[in-house]
């Protein structure tokens, strides 16, 4: 008899099935042959008929509401395996991929996220994320296969079960964008490490020109970041600062409108870091700071 795979898949999708197909079809593939649960973010285009017609395989689950990121929460809860690798419906995971996580996970008790290698498009080049992440400048910790990271891509993590259910998983009041600093943070203020590992590689295929409104979204998150985790004058600092911005930038006057209207809910919400951490991101700010040109 074969052993159930230790990884299983969450990919959140909505209205992309064509992609989504794509994205299937390569894992569906994996020698590691992981269960893979499609959480369809109520999309009006054919994704569950290609989930039910063409993979039986998968299990789908159709959401009445578009959740966005807090869509793979629910994937999460539908499996039962130890870890959970994320996809989104414009990448896949390598070969061998899964199982070399699954192995790093087995070994380091408190590694609760790998924040993977990821290789883009048709000719597979690394992305600058790879770099920042492997150039983090927090301090080695014998306790964590790679660099100690604050930073991951969603499409590239596989993360422990036991830790994401524990740290809360993705936050609801950010929706999408930048939401992965936010679970990185709650992660490592439980005391469960992240870390880069290139050795796990994820394909990542993104359409040309992206989310049209992802930057105001980015913006916007990484202030209501600011206000549920990091220290209150910091966090007035940088309001301000996109209050400032929003003088002549109208992108940056959505991103404070969005996150104006969220605050009284951030504000409830908030739970600062533990001065370890605190410590921690503000090390990574510095480095995001002095190389630009490499922040993901």
Request: net charge positive.
């Amino acid at each position: 008899m074969t052993a159930p795979a230790p990884v299983g898949v969450v990919v959140a999708t909505r209205n992309r099935a064509e992609r989504l197909a794509t994205a299937l079809e390569r894992l569906r593939d994996l020698p590691e042959r992981p269960p893979v649960v499609v959480v369809d973010n109520a999309s009006r285009d054919r994704t569950a008929s290609l989930v039910a017609g063409e993979h039986p395989e998968v299990r789908l689950i159709r959401l009445a509401r578009n959740r966005g990121a807090v869509a793979r929460n629910d994937g999460v809860a539908a499996l039962d395996t130890p870890y959970v690798a994320f996809s989104d419906d414009d990448s896949w995971w390598a070969p061998g991929a899964l199982r070399t996580a699954a192995g790093l996970l087995d070994r380091h008790p408190r590694l609760g996220l790998v924040a993977a290698g990821v290789r883009v498009g048709e000719a597979a080049v690394p992305d600058p994320l790879d770099a920042v992440l492997a150039a983090s400048p927090l301090p080695p910790d014998p306790t964590l296969p790679g660099p100690a990271v604050l930073g991951f891509l969603a499409c590239a993590a596989v993360v422990r079960r036991s830790a994401f259910l524990d740290a809360g998983g993705f936050h609801p009041l950010l929706f999408f964008g930048a939401e992965e600093t936010l679970l990185a943070y709650d992660l490592a203020a439980r005391g469960w490490g992240v870390a880069h590992c290139p050795e796990v590689v994820a394909h990542h295929h993104p359409s040309p020109g992206g989310r049209g409104d992802r930057p105001v979204l980015v913006r916007r998150n990484e202030l209501l970041t600011a206000w549920l985790r990091r220290p209150l004058p910091l966090a007035l600092r940088r309001t301000a600062a996109l209050a400032a911005d929003g003088r002549h930038d109208p992108a940056a006057r959505r991103a404070l409108g969005g996150a104006l209207l969220r605050l009284p809910s951030a504000l409830r919400r908030r739970s600062p870091l533990p001065p370890r951490v605190e410590a921690a991101a503000r090390r990574v700010e510095r480095q995001r700071e002095e190389a630009p040109a490499h922040a993901g």
